[in-house]
């Protein structure tokens, strides 16, 4: 397998084995998204700030590696046209039943972000990216991608990795790994992942995740940082991850 085939396979066992991102939001949970009470996070912990999004009816929202019935059902019931993309047959399964539950209309559909994104130039209007660019080697085509697709104006709010986490130990006190972390070309990384039964990641440094998006000619317009949620460097307050609100 590819390291994306091995990704994809990974999540859907940790969705099977109760993994929180994998858990699809209640119907009294949409219902308060239709009543106006709603967050929903791009890293760990930290809610997007309402302000970040505008008024959402009638917007075209792509949900990009965005699985797991949590964010685009919010989005659904805000009124949003919503797309989600994901590798994970298993988050897409969550898509399908949130919106078979609710009855609201969704594209759905399994594909590589790592590959040229399936839609037309300037087919949206807001693109929803958490966390994920993380088990991706090159990050740069990515962002060029979600430039292409977004309309003039359209923002695009990434979750992303600071590269911290790979460089510490698995009890976050030492650091011992050095940069980039790329199991594809370091065997000792590889079984680092395997021991800790955590899928192919790789790190990418604020040029690769910040530079990039300016570099496909977004403009960056907000930005906060986010821990872990859990573990040492979270109770150090010590920041691994930043969510970007960028426009083009």
């Not at 009543?35 to 997007?48: A, F, M, R, S, Y």
């Not at 969704?106 to 594909?111: M, V």
């Not at 080697?137 to 104006?153: A, N, Q, S, T």
Request: glycine residues 8%; proline residues 4%; negative net charge.
């Amino acid at each position: 397998m590819n390291y994306q085939d091995i990704n994809a396979s990974t999540i859907d066992r940790w969705i099977e084995e109760g993994w929180e991102w994998g858990k699809p939001i209640t119907h009294e949970e949409f219902v308060q998204a239709k009543e106006g009470n709603w967050n929903v996070v791009l890293t760990p912990t930290k809610k997007v700030p309402k302000n970040w999004f505008g008024e959402l009816k009638g917007k075209k929202v792509l949900g990009l590696a965005s699985g797991g019935g949590q964010q685009m059902p919010i989005f659904a019931a805000l009124g949003a046209e919503c797309t989600v993309l994901d590798y994970s047959e298993k988050q897409l399964e969550s898509e399908r039943f949130v919106a078979e539950r609710e009855g609201y209309d969704i594209r759905i559909i399994r594909g590589d972000m790592t590959k040229r994104l399936p839609f037309k130039d300037e087919e949206f209007d807001l693109i929803f990216h958490p966390v994920s660019n993380c088990y991706v080697k090159d990050v740069k085509p990515i962002w060029k991608e979600c430039h292409r697709i977004l309309k003039k104006g359209g923002e695009l709010l990434s979750g992303v990795d600071h590269y911290i986490n790979y460089i510490v130990d698995d009890q976050e006190k030492e650091i011992v790994n050095s940069l980039p972390f790329d199991p594809l070309t370091n065997e000792e990384y590889r079984k680092q992942l395997e021991d800790a039964d955590a899928g192919m990641q790789f790190s990418h440094t604020l040029e690769e995740q910040i530079g990039g998006q300016l570099e496909a000619g977004f403009t960056l317009l907000e930005l906060y940082e986010d821990t872990n949620g859990e573990g040492r460097l979270h109770e150090l307050n010590i920041p691994t991850f930043l969510a970007i609100r960028s426009r083009k």
